[in-house]
């Protein structure tokens, strides 16, 4: 999606830690025109595919979740991370592992909003090592769910979650892919 | 907003500890028929007030301030939740007591997205004793922008939050205003 790489180009900021910074207008400030064409790309993608919800996790996929709802016309449903382990019967659970702050945390997700007769489409904000996205596919696995395919506004292509993902067989649309970045510069992968 | 009670009415559960339940529809699962309501509602009630920031707080604030930032066509910011204190300059904060889990927090906007420049709505899908919103309100303060109002889901009108904010002359919607509740029903407060 030109309009996405164009956008991290021109506001994107990579600082030191090699750390891309889209704070601006993606997951602190939400840009709404750019969140309207995120949702329409989304619908342009997965539209066709029976989408019955989308699902994502707090707290930077909420926005674009709902926004691309609007579009499908179906509920959005965002799976709550929590630290603690002791959770009652009635939600599903994934354990993922998180780099950035280390250790691990539970996400969670309510059996009354997922079933068998769900057909699931997964939206978040970044793709890296794809832990959170794993933990997501996961609930939608043990609720009996037809997950659909995942869709990420900005994949970090030289982290190893995107070719994991593909190579599981899920359809995975990143609308711009980060090949490399340095404090000089940023560069896409061709042809997304 | 005769929408937002009809839906608390008919799919709102009262827990035990008189605790509302809307993660059906509001804050875990969320409708889109219903968000876009919201969204108009809130553009109705202040889309002659010059909005140029919509400010909320992770994690179920960010879904109503993105689709009412589509009708109001200016950003959305979310302010950041951290129990750490140890935060560098670049960031406004403010402390906020939490009664559901105890302790206190730190929450957090960029510096670079908040100042005089700036007439800001925050939205919230709650409010009951309103520490979170006197937050945000002090952020805004502190940014040297105006503030314009706050736009509430769903206030507990039998908690002092309401009550204490209109009485420092800030202007406040609430979509629905909760008079009493418990297992039997749920009462609305008339004529909002």
Redesign the interface.
């Known amino acids: 999606m030109l309009l996405m790489e164009e956008r991290i180009r021109r506001d994107g900021r990579v600082g030191p830690g090699n750390i891309l910074k889209v704070?601006?207008?993606l997951n602190?400030?939400?840009?709404?025109?750019l969140?309207?064409e995120i949702g329409r790309e989304f619908y342009r993608l997965f539209g066709d595919c029976g989408v019955t919800k989308i699902l994502t996790i707090?707290?930077?996929g909420?926005?674009?979740?709902?926004?691309t709802?609007?579009f499908?016309?179906?509920?959005?449903?965002?799976a709550?991370k929590s630290r603690t382990k002791n959770i009652d019967g009635q939600v599903f659970t994934a354990q993922v592992e998180s780099f950035t702050h280390g250790g691990s945390y539970t996400v969670m997700?309510?059996r009354?909003?997922l079933g068998p007769g769900d057909r699931v489409l997964i939206l978040d904000d970044f793709l890296a090592k794809g832990n959170a996205l794993l933990g997501l596919i996961d609930i939608v696995e043990q609720s009996g769910a037809t997950l659909v395919g995942c869709g990420i506004a900005i994949e970090k292509g030289f982290q190893e979650g995107g070719r994991m993902l593909r190579e599981k067989g899920i359809r995975l649309e990143s609308l711009a892919i980060i090949e490399a970045m340095d404090e000089d510069g940023i560069r896409f992968r061709q042809g997304t």
Chains 1, 2 share one sequence.
């Open positions: 704070d601006s207008f602190h400030q939400m840009e709404p025109q969140y309207r707090e707290a930077s909420i926005g674009i979740a709902c926004v709802a609007q499908f016309d179906c509920p959005a449903l965002f709550k997700v309510s009354r909003f």
